[in-house]
């Protein structure tokens, strides 16, 4: 793959962290109490032009 492709997928993939983080975040401070309490989360990842749906799912602790 080209550098401008690597760098490009880096810098979509550092925005998708840094908001998917602030997202998550604002929703558990406005859900309130979440100490003690586990979510299960899913990420889905479709790429336009491209046979591509990529699933990542996980749990997220409460805070």
Do not use: P
């Not at 979440?34 to 990542?56: C, P, Q, R, W, Y």
């Amino acid at each position: 793959m080209s550098e401008d492709f690597n760098m490009s997928m880096r810098k979509f993939l550092k925005q998708v962290g840094v908001t998917s983080q602030q997202a998550i975040e604002e929703a558990m401070r406005n859900a309130g109490d979440t100490a003690g309490n586990s979510f299960e989360a899913k990420m889905v990842l479709t790429v336009d032009g491209i046979d591509l749906e990529h699933v990542v799912t996980g749990k997220i602790e409460g805070a």
